[in-house]
């Protein structure tokens, strides 16, 4: 007992005790795209880009296709692209993800009164793969532990959609995935919401357009968090969700 106290005691502090303020060094967040004159008819961010989320005149990226793959800083000829640690990037509006040179972070996520004061102390989701790599799913698994902890606010994984408030939805959203999230959804008591996690739910990217998907589900329920990624930070998932509940850390 005395030796399990000494290393715990060794370890300190474990878990991040302000998301808000944490730092992940080497974190590959939101992009920042500078003022300077692209060159006369380059389009080499474009072309790097395998999920057509740049767009030019001016210079957008949108945050729902964005990978973070970086693969357009080296081809920008004029360094105008480049890449920061900063992971909130949640928005309340599909719309707010798009960055540019006058527009240099997400629009703020929106508190939510009417979430606040009937979840803002307890909170569950239920987490739907709906054909996704498992990237975002084991980002996802993070959040319970040590390091990020979601229970201290309140919010919980459950096992079943009769227990949840929220679906958090990962994944392209695949044909033989349609069924079973709509059926996950009407399981679930109202009042409930959706929220979209990585690129591939909030916009079907890397595989938008393709005939595996079936995206009408989202077309029926708008969702009410988008947290951009692939896979997004936890901290991600965790700052959005906290501002959406208009939780203090």
């Known amino acids: 007992m005395l030796k399990s106290i000494a290393v715990r005691v ?77 992971f909130q990037l949640a928005s309340t509006e599909r719309g707010g993800l798009m960055i540019s040179a006058s527009r240099s972070a997400p629009d703020p996520v929106k508190v939510s009164e009417a979430l606040r004061k009937r979840l803002g102390r307890s909170l569950k989701l239920r987490s739907v793969s709906a054909g996704g790599c498992n990237g ?12 990020f902890d979601i229970g201290r606010y309140g919010i919980d994984i459950v096992a079943s959609p009769r227990h949840a408030d929220g679906l958090v939805l990962t994944g392209p959203i695949t044909r033989n995935m349609a069924e079973a999230l709509q059926l996950c959804w009407d399981a679930m008591p109202e009042p409930k919401l959706v929220i979209a996690v990585g690129a591939c739910a909030i916009s079907g990217s890397p595989f938008e357009g393709s005939s ?28 959005g969700i906290l501002d959406l509940l208009g939780i203090a850390s």
Do not use: M, W
């Open 136 to 147: 975002c799913e084991l980002e996802l698994n993070a959040l319970t532990n040590v390091n």
């Open 10 to 86: 060794s370890q300190g502090t474990r878990y991040i005790k302000d998301p808000r303020r944490a730092n992940p060094i080497g974190f590959r967040g939101k992009p920042v795209i500078g003022a300077g004159d692209c060159g006369t008819g380059c389009v080499a961010c474009v072309a790097a880009c395998p999920t057509e989320a740049i767009t030019l005149n001016p210079v957008q990226i949108d945050l729902g296709r964005c990978v973070l793959c970086g693969d357009c800083e080296p081809a920008c000829p004029s360094a105008k692209l480049t890449f920061t640690s900063d």
């Open 212 to 239: 595996a998907i079936d995206r009408s589900f989202l077309e029926r329920f708008k969702p009410t968090l988008y947290v951009p990624g692939c896979p997004p930070h936890p901290l991600t998932f965790v700052c």
